[in-house]
Structure formats: structure tokens, C-alpha cells
């Protein structure tokens, strides 16, 4: 690394550009990993900044690919030996007026809250936000001559929409930018003057914080926190004011669904969380190349990062990475956009005499009401002294009365009645002035208990002003020693120099061919082959390496490519359908208004519809304007009533002067009626009376026979009459059957109906199968009425 590149040691620096600090800690295993038998993929070099990575399961096509940061962390690091080291020095340039940011980045499960909150109650295992409140009041309780104030706010960004973790029920909260950097209007702060009461808000917002489960987290973050820190110093000597400000952020990780198992609810959380990470890689890509296009407003989270990425502000950026190779594809990238962010430039200037400092504000509100109190306290003092004077001129009543019972013991019973009248005038003159005096000082006793009590009400705000207003200077043996006060700053010293030393070692490993080549004088051929095999080797390894890492960069662009070309397809596929509908359903001069009216709300990021405002009256002879009618929606275009929205709805002829639109609504036109309703068909009395009459139930057999049933019964009767000739069988049963049949013959009329009775008919089973049913339309008496078929014509019983 060339001098000219070499990024600045140290944190309190007065450089106008100053690079992005990137820290890299990994965390240990986890015994899920090591029951699964995962292996470790990352290996880490604390003392070069180093950090490898080995894919193992392609060795054999993959190099290690290696990256180098300002510092780097393994698993075996301390929370003091990190804070110490990286985040101290830039707290201190905080307390010297600057802008400060600390960020935590990385994959879910990696330890980000961890590193900034710790485990509460344990002192060797708290994180970064807690050992910072104890540095800030140490400063302030060790510095003299200046005036504090501590104000802190913190707020979550869950599902892209701003929330007040100090205020759960506050309103919906806006990003707004100004001259001096990007704001949140509205967001509660609250004044703190001690440690436990910077801890105390900590709690609080934790609390409020959304969390959840997954796969890979139990208490996986589902939200990205920011806790701000401003702090307002005021020199009393030189009367200058600083503000420095400094930014906590607790990053939501990066995951994938397939690894965290998420559905639902944590399903849409993780598609917000990884399109605000993805924001803030494309503003860490496009600040890396110096692009003139920076996406801050691509999300809320890089909105609220915009003075910590290229603007003023001091920002450190800890990468936390997990060993395993289950994770290699997510601790690949994060190692890759912890590289891209070193080379991000900021711009810190030392925030002094502001604008809007609050400790300005107070100090001039002190000095008001010290104005005011001070002539009521003078007159309040003369007024005393006139009372005590009052009080001394007054009459007193004890030697009177001591005189009048001496002469009355001395004097006899007739003359003491007579003294006693007189005693009792002398007394009610006397108790006349008393009355006088006593009315006197009740009033000037109500007068100064008003003062009083007005002047306790300004002192009691003029003392909660001034309780807000930590003056440095004091409680200094009761905190920290003067040996742990020097003992901290040669901590600092050691941290500065060991980031020298690992600059100093990148350096040399940077110059290492060139001193080589220097070293080693080419003493024969044999010797100068073997040096350029060497360094034919080290090129060629430095070529696959780049080779992998172009090929790697081609499969990431090309599956972004493939992400955005989906969601353009969606957003083309919504855009056609919308203006569809307005091509078809929307009339030509409305579909213009709303064109005309369209503007866009770069503070929102969404399009809005402005109204045409009223065209003014022309200005009379006498100069004045003309005025507007006011109107009583916003989306009308004259004052309506309640009448006149009532009468609006209505489809009433009398209407059409209510409406607000040139368009008349009508009720659908029915066409003419071609059917007519279904009657059922009338029957008559004596064919009514037939129908019941063959519907009872009777005793007897009820035959219907007609000429197609006569031609079979005779042919049947035929058949078996030959057959019972010719095999000499009884035939006493046919003779009374063949009668019948002559009698019904096939030279009968057709469709006569022969009804007889049962009774006198032998059985025609003895001719005929058992199994089968003659084919003679008998219908046993056996069934009911109702199941006999309906005749075609009359039915004779």
C-alpha cells in the first residue's frame, strides 16, 4: 500500500476526506455446526487484517480468496479488546464536535446484536452501545469549563416504515432533508444525565423492538435499530458551542428462505429486510466506482445512512461473518461488500456554533427568567423590611394592664367598678388599632405568598433548565482514578499503534516482490530460471484467482439480472393492465386531467394528484382583489350541502341540478316479456273420478288386454295345446283357456279391453315355467293400487 493511499491511523484526524473504517469479526462455532460436523471455511489473521476463504467442496477449481481490511477479528477476540481498539478513538473525536456512525453488517446469526448490545449484566461480555455511555459521561465528569447536553432517540425501520421505539403509539414517522443532513421530524428524544438513565431508554426501546424466530436466529432481528446519540457542549470561558452526534445502527441480517424456514409473516419481513440490504450494497457499489447516481432513496434504512456513506460524518462498518461452510455464499458477499466499502470517501467537519442547538436555547431562557426573578426577590426584601418596622411601632397592651390591676387591688370594691369601665375603654381603643395593624400585614402577607409563589414557580423552571445542563468537572474520585483515566489513554495509544503496525506489514507484503527481486542478484542461468518459475507461478496464481472472481462476479450479475428482469416483467405486466382500464374506461378529457394534475412527491417517492385551484374573480375599480369560495371537501368544486349530497344520490328528475358531473345516470331498460308464468292443466270431474275409482285397492285382478296382447296370448295357447296333443298330456286345463281365446281372438276388434274375474280362471303355472312370468299381463292382487299402470283409455272394474 503506497503512502498516498494510506488511509488515516488515527480517529480524532483534521483530514477533509477520510476513508470508510471496515472492522471484519467472526464469530465461533455454533454446536448446531459442529453437530452437523460442518467445516470451518474462514480462517482469519488479526495481526495482517487477513481474512481467507476456502471453499471445500472445489478445492481443486477454487483458489483462497483472500481480503484485507483495517482490522480483523477471530472468534477468540474480547468485547474490550474490539472496543478499545476500533470504536474509542472515534467516540473521543464524537465528543469534539464531529459526526460519528457505527454500524453493524452481516448475515442473520452472525452476531451483529451481539456485538453492539452484548449480554446484559455481564460486564466483560457488554457491547458497544452500553461501554460508549460509560465514555461519554466519563469525559464529561473529568472535563471543566463546559456545559452538557445528552439528548438520545432511538427508532426501528420495520417492513421500510419508521417506528419510535421510545413512543410504540407515536404517529407514522417521514425521513426529511436539510442544509445539514437528513432528519426524522417528530421523533421523541429524551434528556439524560447519567449512565443508568442512557441504559433505562436502552431497555425501553429493546423492548419495543420486533423480534422473531427462525431457523438459523431464535431471536433473530427483524427490524433494523438505530440508537442516536447528540451531544451539546458549551465552553463557558469562550462561550463556543459544539454538537456532536453519533448513530448506533443494529442491522437486520441478510437471509434466504430456504435456510430460515420463514412463511407468512417472517416470510414478508425477510423480503423487506434483504431489499434495504440490497439498497445499501448498490449505495456501497456505487460510492466504491464513484458513480454520479448514489440510490440513497431506494430505501428508508439509506436514506437515514447518507451522511455516514460519503458525507460528514466518521463511520466505522463491522462485518460479522460465521466460519461454516454451510454459510460460504453469504460470507462471501459480505466479505466482498466489506471490501468495496473501504475505498468510500467521507467528508467530516467539526460541528460548531450550530443553528439549532438546544444548549443555546436553554442558556438563553436561563438568563430570561433570571432577569425576572431578581427585581421580584429586591421587592420582596423591602417589603420585609417595611413589615418589621410596622411591628415595632405597634402599641403593646402588657403594662396597661399590669397598672390597672395594681390600682384595683389597691383601690376599694366601689371604685373598682368604675376603673373597671374605664379599663374596658382603654382596651376597645387600644383592640381598634390592633385590627388596623393586623389587616395591614394580612394583606402584605397575601401579597408576598403571591410572590412567593410565583417566584418558586420560575425558580423550580429555572432549575429543571439548569438540571439539564451537566457541568462538567466533578464526581471525578468517585468514577474512575487518575491511573485508570491514564491507564485508558495508553490503551489508545497501543490501538493506534497496532494499526500502524498492520499497515506497515500490508505495506510489506504489497513491496514483497520487489525487495525480493532486489535481494536475490542472478548468479547464473539455472538461478535466474528458477526465479522466473517463481514468479511465474505467483502471477499465474494471482490470474486463477482473478479469473474465479470475475467468473463469481459474471454469476452474481447475471442472477441480479435475472431478479430485476422478473420484477420489471411484474411492474410492465401491472403498468399494461392499468392503462388498459384507463384506455377503455376513462374518457379522453379526464384521462388529460389527471395527466396535467400527476406530480411527483420526491419526500414520499409516490405520485400525487394536485387539484385545479379555483380561477379568482376579476379585480374590482377599486384596487381589491377578488377571493375564492371556500369549499367543504377538498375534492369538490363548490360548497355542498347535506341536502345537496342526499339529493346527488337519488336518480330523481329533480336531481340533475345536484350533481357535481355532467353525467346523467339511468336504471336499466328491461326488454319486452315473450313468456308467460306455468298453470297446471285443469282435469275434469269425471275423468277425476275415473282416476280414484283404478287407484283403490281391490280383491280382485284387474286384466288390461288389447289386440298385440290378444295375438300373443293366442299364439301361446297354440303352441301349447300341439304340444300336449302330441305328448298325450292332460289338457282338461286348456279347454276353459282355449275357449277364452277363442272368444278374444285374433279376429277381435282391437284395443277392447276383457275384464274378468280371478275366480273362475285356472292357474296357467301348469303349462308354463315357474321361474318365468307369462307374458298374459296378469298383475297379481298382491301389489297395491297405486302400483298398477296408468291405462291409456277407460278402465271398466
Known amino acids: 500500500m503506497s503512502a498516498k493511499s494510506r488511509r488515516p491511523g488515527t480517529a480524532s484526524s483534521q483530514t477533509p476526506n477520510e476513508c470508510v473504517q471496515v472492522v471484519v469479526r467472526c464469530r465461533p462455532m455454533s454446536n448446531r455446526e459442529r453437530s452437523e460436523g460442518s467445516p470451518e471455511v474462514v480462517n482469519v489473521y488479526p495481526n495482517r487484517g487477513v481474512v481467507e476463504?476456502?471453499?471445500?467442496?472445489?478445492?481443486?477449481?477454487?483458489?483462497?480468496?483472500?481480503?484485507?481490511y483495517d482490522a480483523a477479528y477471530d472468534a477468540s477476540a474480547s468485547q474490550t479488546t474490539l472496543y478499545h481498539e476500533v470504536v474509542f478513538p472515534l467516540v473521543s473525536s464524537v465528543l469534539e464536535g464531529f459526526n460519528g456512525c457505527i454500524f453493524a453488517y452481516g448475515q442473520t446469526g452472525t452476531g451483529k446484536t451481539f456485538t453492539m448490545e452484548g449480554v446484559r449484566g455481564n460486564d466483560d461480555l457488554m457491547g458497544i452501545i452500553p461501554r460508549t455511555f460509560e465514555q461519554i459521561w466519563l469525559h464529561i465528569n473529568r472535563t471543566e469549563n463546559f456545559q452538557f447536553l445528552v439528548d438520545v432517540s432511538y427508532l426501528e425501520i420495520y417492513m421500510e416504515e419508521l417506528r419510535d421505539l421510545l413512543k410504540p403509539n407515536s404517529k407514522h414517522l417521514e425521513v426529511?432533508?436539510?442544509?445539514?443532513?437528513?432528519?426524522?421530524?417528530?421523533l421523541h428524544a429524551i434528556n439524560c444525565k447519567s449512565v443508568d438513565d442512557m441504559i433505562r431508554v436502552m431497555k425501553v426501546g429493546n423492548k419495543n423492538r420486533t423480534v422473531g424466530f427462525t431457523n438459523m436466529n431464535e431471536h433473530s432481528s427483524r427490524s433494523h435499530a438505530i440508537f442516536m446519540i447528540k451531544i451539546e457542549m458549551c465552553d463557558t470561558e469562550t462561550n463556543t458551542i459544539k454538537v456532536g452526534k453519533l448513530n448506533l445502527i443494529d442491522l437486520a441480517g441478510s437471509e434466504r428462505q430456504s435456510k430460515t424456514g420463514a412463511s407468512a409473516e417472517r416470510l414478508k419481513e425477510a423480503s423487506k429486510i434483504n431489499l434495504a440490504l440490497s439498497s445499501l450494497g448498490n449505495v456501497i457499489s456505487a460510492l466504491a466506482e464513484s458513480s454520479p447516481h448514489v440510490p440513497y432513496r431506494d430505501s428508508k434504512l439509506?436514506?437515514?445512512?447518507?451522511?455516514?456513506?460519503?458525507?460528514?460524518?466518521?463511520?466505522?462498518?463491522?462485518?460479522?461473518?460465521?466460519?461454516?461452510?454451510?454459510?460460504?455464499n453469504e460470507t462471501l458477499t459480505t466479505l466482498r461488500y466489506a471490501s468495496r466499502a473501504k475505498s468510500i470517501q467521507n467528508q467530516p467537519i467539526k460541528n460548531e456554533d450550530p443553528q439549532d442547538a438546544k444548549l443555546k436555547e436553554y442558556q438563553e431562557e436561563i438568563e430570561r427568567l433570571k432577569r425576572l426573578i431578581a427585581p421580584q426577590q429586591q421587592q420582596r426584601s423591602e417589603k420585609q423590611g417595611t413589615i418589621k418596622k410596622q411591628r415595632v411601632k405597634k402599641p403593646k397592651k402588657e403594662p396597661i394592664s399590669q397598672e390597672l390591676i395594681g390600682s384595683a387591688l389597691q383601690a376599694s370594691s366601689a371604685d373598682l367598678q368604675v376603673d373597671e369601665d374605664r379599663d374596658s375603654d382603654g382596651d376597645g381603643a387600644e383592640s381598634e388599632s390592633d385590627k388596623e395593624n393586623e389587616a395591614e400585614v394580612a394583606k402584605s402577607n397575601e401579597e408576598l405568598e403571591r410572590e412567593r409563589v410565583e417566584n418558586a414557580k420560575l425558580a423550580a423552571k429555572l432549575a429543571e433548565l439548569e438540571g439539564q445542563l451537566v457541568r462538567g468537572g466533578k464526581n471525578l474520585l468517585d468514577t474512575y482514578?487518575?491511573?485508570?483515566?491514564?491507564?485508558?489513554?495508553k490503551l489508545v495509544e497501543i490501538a493506534e499503534r497496532k494499526k500502524r503496525e498492520i499497515e506497515i506489514q500490508q505495506q510489506l507484503e504489497l513491496q514483497e516482490e520487489t525487495t525480493l527481486e532486489i535481494r536475490e542478484r542472478n548468479v547464473s542461468l539455472e538461478q535466474e530460471v528458477e526465479l522466473k518459475k517463481r514468479k511465474l507461478s505467483k502471477c499465474y496464481a494471482k490470474y486463477l484467482a482473478l479469473q474465479q472472481e470475475l467468473n463469481d462476479c459474471k454469476h452474481d450479475h447475471n442472477q441480479d439480472l435475472r431478479e430485476l428482469e422478473m420484477a420489471q416483467n411484474e411492474l410492465v405486466k401491472e403498468l399494461k393492465?392499468?392503462?388498459?382500464?384507463?384506455?377503455?374506461?376513462?374518457?379522453?378529457?379526464?384521462?388529460?386531467?389527471?395527466?396535467?394534475?400527476?406530480?411527483?412527491?420526491?419526500?414520499q417517492e409516490e405520485w400525487k394528484f394536485s387539484s385545479f385551484p379555483l380561477p379568482l374573480p376579476p379585480s374590482g375599480g377599486d384596487g381589491r382583489q377578488g377571493y375564492r369560495r371556500p369549499v367543504s371537501h377538498p375534492q369538490r368544486r363548490r360548497p355542498t350541502s347535506e341536502h345537496a349530497l342526499q339529493e346527488a344520490k337519488s336518480n330523481a328528475p329533480s336531481s340533475l341540478r345536484f350533481k357535481s358531473e355532467n353525467i346523467v345516470s339511468y336504471e336499466l331498460e328491461m326488454p319486452c316479456r315473450t313468456?308467460?308464468?306455468?298453470?297446471?292443466?285443469?282435469?275434469?270431474?269425471?275423468?277425476?273420478a275415473v282416476l280414484a275409482q283404478a287407484m283403490q285397492t281391490g280383491g280382485d285382478d284387474i286384466d288390461i288386454v288389447d289386440s298385440h296382447t290378444n295375438s300373443l296370448r293366442s299364439r301361446l295357447e297354440n303352441i301349447i295345446n300341439a304340444n300336449s296333443s302330441s305328448n298325450g298330456g292332460p289338457g282338461s286345463g286348456a279347454g276353459p283357456l282355449a275357449a277364452n281365446t277363442a272368444g278374444s281372438g285374433v279376429g277381435s276388434m282391437p284395443n277392447v279391453r276383457n275384464i274378468k274375474s280371478s275366480r273362475g280362471l285356472p292357474s296357467a303355472g301348469t303349462?308354463?315355467?315357474?321361474?318365468?312370468?307369462?307374458?298374459?299381463?296378469?298383475?297379481?292382487a298382491k301389489k297395491p293400487a297405486s302400483a298398477y299402470p296408468k291405462a291409456r283409455g277407460l278402465v271398466n272394474k
Open 176 to 186: 426529511r432533508e436539510r442544509g445539514s443532513g437528513v432528519y426524522v421530524p417528530n
Open 767 to 780: 303349462a308354463l315355467d315357474s321361474n318365468r312370468r307369462p307374458p298374459t299381463g296378469r298383475i297379481p
Open 481 to 489: 482514578s487518575e491511573r485508570q483515566i491514564e491507564l485508558e489513554k
Open 53 to 68: 476463504l476456502q471453499n471445500v467442496v472445489d478445492a481443486n477449481k477454487e483458489q483462497r480468496k483472500v481480503f484485507t
Open 675 to 688: 313468456t308467460q308464468e306455468y298453470r297446471t292443466p285443469k282435469v275434469s270431474a269425471s275423468l277425476q
Open 577 to 603: 393492465r392499468q392503462l388498459l382500464i384507463i384506455d377503455n374506461f376513462v374518457p379522453i378529457e379526464v384521462k388529460q386531467r389527471l395527466y396535467t394534475q400527476a406530480k411527483y412527491d420526491e419526500e
Open 302 to 328: 439509506t436514506r437515514l445512512l447518507q451522511d455516514s456513506l460519503g458525507g460528514n460524518s466518521k463511520t466505522i462498518m463491522i462485518a460479522n461473518i460465521g466460519p461454516s461452510n454451510y454459510n460460504y
